[in-house]
């Protein structure tokens, strides 16, 4: 089992739909990263987070520390956020970092 | 300084050579850290510096992967007796922990290796 699950794998939206993808952990964290990889490999981060809520823009990530989960929303999506949105984890017993799998995201005109 | 940069962008090889990726890190980020990517997969951690110290060696770091960071600056990753298996995008990023032990990861575009 992965330390770090997402769902959905696959998902495709119109534009203008609300987008929610989903992280779950197994491991204690010093903080919760969501980072969108586009076609070609760049990274960027998006968000840290090791409590509740942020926003910046059309996007919003929330933590719940005690389930152990997180979700990062996005709101009136447009083609152009279509990407990976990786969900990964700062383990709070050393330095190593886990990563998910990935959702990949395709939003359609 | 405009961010994380690795060199080459592309590395194709035959099997059994070796390979050496650099990394170079945003000037003022003590913290380096390598991962591997495979097709569909998201980044495994491979190993982490802080300042010239290599903290972290994860366990998928086999003998023929050598990692330095000489200065604490700049980092090379080497891959001794490539295998197919090797083919990979090899990611590099920094951090800094200003505010106690939470950080932002910056990432480089990656060395896409083929080994074939």
């Known amino acids: 089992k992965n330390e770090v699950e997402q769902s959905p794998q696959n998902l495709t939206a119109q534009e203008g739909e609300f987008i929610t993808i989903n992280c779950s952990y197994s491991v204690g964290i010093s903080a919760l990263h969501w980072l969108q990889q586009h076609p070609g490999g760049g990274i960027v981060s998006l968000f840290m987070l090791s409590s509740g809520k942020k926003k910046h823009g059309r996007l919003i990530a929330t933590i719940n520390i005690q389930e152990k989960h997180s979700s990062l929303h996005i709101t009136a999506s447009h083609p152009r956020d279509s990407a990976v949105y990786i969900c990964a984890v700062g383990s709070n017993t050393g330095n190593q970092f886990y990563f998910g799998t990935g959702t990949s995201l395709t939003v359609i005109p | 300084d405009t961010g994380v940069s690795q060199d080459p962008r592309h590395k194709i090889t035959k099997r059994g050579q070796n390979v050496t990726f650099r990394c170079d890190p945003i000037s003022e980020h003590n913290r380096l850290y390598w991962y591997r990517q495979t097709l569909g997969q998201g980044p495994e951690f491979l190993t982490y510096?802080?300042?010239?110290?290599?903290?972290?060696k994860s366990r998928l770091l086999s003998d023929r992967f050598s990692a330095e960071r000489p200065k604490g600056s700049f980092s090379t990753l080497e891959i001794q007796r490539t295998e197919q298996g090797d083919s990979a995008m090899y990611l590099c990023a920094s951090s800094s922990p200003r505010t106690g032990p939470l950080e932002t990861q910056y990432f480089g575009p990656g060395t896409r290796l083929l080994v074939l």
């Open positions: 510096f802080q300042n010239e110290a290599q903290l972290e």
